[in-house]
């Protein structure tokens, strides 16, 4: 099956199979994917948390409205923005890049230059913004990667931000929990899995021009 194939075949999943957990392997390829998702300057503004522990779910569930997915799925994922992007960070960005590319540090001062112009050159707000807009593209690829494997997930933003920051100790990571999505396997009871999936028209969506 292609990629189409898989995103036709998956939905928001409402209610997982507690009893089914996802293979070691499996859960790899899909971090490893979401590792190698692409960001603005390669910066990777976020910190992705999975979380399998029962107890700090069910905390992690009383702020999120009470959805059972919280609980019933094999693993709650959690993109958390970076809320600390300053010179800093952009340097040790830059200490990588020169680090895995076997580079010298002063054949990098124009990328490192045009790095920290952009991080100095946003607000706190902006620079936030910017690091959960980057987020979302990694939740995109790991949905994109789950369906692949045929691993259901429900991405959600239906959560309280700073509960979950409180529950996992976000802020002092320097961290904000921005979105969340859960994976596992659809229980075979759940009627949405059989509902025909709708999108608006290819026309009407799709402007070519």
């Keep these: 099956m292609s990629l189409v194939d898989k995103l036709k075949w998956r939905y928001a999943t409402k209610k997982f199979d507690s009893t089914k957990k996802i293979a070691a392997d499996k859960l790899q390829n899909i ?27 069910e905390k992690l569930k009383a702020v999120a409205y009470g959805q059972s997915q919280i609980t019933d799925a094999s ?28 580079a010298p540090r002063e054949a990098l001062a124009g990328f490192e230059g045009m790095v ?29 990667a789950a369906s692949e494997q045929e691993v259901d997930n429900c991405p959600m933003e239906g959560f309280d931000p700073a509960g ?22 659809r229980a075979e009871d759940d009627d949405l899995s059989k509902a025909a999936k709708v ?9 070519h021009i």
Excluded: C, M
């Excluded at 993109?79 to 990588?96: C, L, M, P, S, V």
């Excluded at 320097?174 to 969340?180: D, Y």
């Design 116 to 144: 920290l112009g952009a991080i100095n050159s946003r607000t706190p707000e902006q620079l936030l913004l910017w690091a959960q807009k980057q987020a979302y593209i990694g939740l995109g690829v790991l949905i994109a």
């Design 75 to 102: 693993h709650l994922i959690v993109f958390a923005a970076e809320t600390n992007i300053n010179e800093e960070f952009g340097k040790k960005y830059i200490d990588n890049v020169a680090a895995t590319r076997n």
């Design 164 to 185: 979950f920051d409180e529950v996992l100790g976000l802020k002092e990571k320097g961290l904000t929990a921005t979105v969340i999505v859960t994976i596992g396997y």
């Design 199 to 207: 999108r608006r028209p290819a026309d009407e969506f799709f402007i």
């Design 31 to 57: 971090l490893d994917a979401v590792q190698l998702a692409p960001s603005s300057l390669g910066l990777q503004h976020y910190r992705v948390l999975v979380i399998e522990d029962a107890g700090v779910r």
